[in-house]
């Protein structure tokens, strides 16, 4: 097991500009203009390689707003000095320029499909949450590519009627759908042979305990899991349900919450009404 830790920028940088308001601006993006911005996220990430032993560090690079570089006029003349004509060219310049970081310390740059652009080094990693499209695009490059699509892999979406289930996210992903999830299955079979692996995301905003965090993720992880290590060619989930019944058991007896997949209601119309 290697655990990659994710340092997120340019955006979701809330905290970083609240403690060092110097590095960007009062909605929490960073500040490209500044050569003082990028000694900063290469210490930052000087010292998470320093904590974390794994081969891969995870920049993020995702849903940057970039909106205060369009009207920054030092942003605009660090823009015009790197022969860069738009704001996703300034991320793609940062991101480039870590990944860079990455590697003379002996590192591999992972990111989030934003990130993807012809200048990075070959041993990047993008995760694809968004379109299938953006697979090909990342395989083109000659990039490691992790499938982890919100429409199966968020786990903090509900797994069974919203009503009958703690707050989640939004959105509604039953183990069985999880189950059907055939990565890169619009892609040509021989970049479909090129995947790396996939993904499942829990993020947190409404997880409160380590219980209800191992509620969201059993069984679903189980149809990802096996997804990821035994392929997709053959699906019969009434099989796996059988399995993954057994493997609830499992799991409650040693300790662990799992969803009862055993008492699942399932698809109902509840699972479009609106939750606050």
């Known amino acids: 097991i290697t655990i990659v830790p994710e340092i997120e920028f340019p955006a979701h940088s809330e905290e970083v500009v609240a403690a060092y308001p110097w590095v ?16 900063f996220m290469a210490d930052v990430l000087a010292e998470v390689a320093d904590i974390f032993p794994s081969p891969y560090i995870h920049v993020g690079g995702d849903e940057a707003a970039k ?29 480039s320029h870590m990944g860079k970081f990455l ?10 499909d934003e990130v993807i652009a012809g200048n ?4 990047t990693t993008v995760m694809v949450w968004r379109g ?66 996939v993904q499942a995301n829990l993020w947190t905003e409404h997880i409160p305990t380590p219980a209800c965090a191992e509620y969201m993720l059993y069984p679903r992880a189980l149809a ?16 796996f349900k059988t399995r993954a019944l057994a493997q609830v058991e499992h799991l409650k007896a040693e300790g662990v919450n799992p969803f009862n997949l055993k008492k699942e209601i399932g698809e109902r119309k509840e699972k479009m009404k609106p939750v606050q």
């Open 24 to 39: 960007g601006y009062n909605h929490a993006e960073l500040d490209m203009s500044k050569d003082s911005t990028y000694m």
């Open 67 to 95: 909106k205060s570089w369009g009207s920054c006029a030092l942003c605009q003349k660090k823009m015009k000095e790197l022969g860069i004509d738009n704001v996703d060219g300034l991320q793609a310049h940062l991101i």
């Open 103 to 112: 590697n003379e310390h002996g590192r591999q740059l992972v990111g989030w």
């Open 120 to 123: 990075l080094s070959k041993n």
């Open 132 to 197: 299938t499209e953006l697979a090909h695009e990342a395989i083109k490059h000659g990039y490691d590519v992790v499938m982890s699509p919100g429409a199966y892999c968020y786990f903090d979406m509900y797994q069974d009627a919203p009503g009958t289930q703690p707050v989640a996210n939004g959105g509604f992903i039953p183990t069985e759908k999880v189950y059907s999830y055939v990565p890169g299955s619009d892609l040509p079979e021989a970049e479909r042979n090129m995947i790396t692996g």
């Open 224 to 239: 990802l899991a096996e997804i990821g290590w035994n392929g997709t060619k053959t699906k019969n989930y009434p099989e």
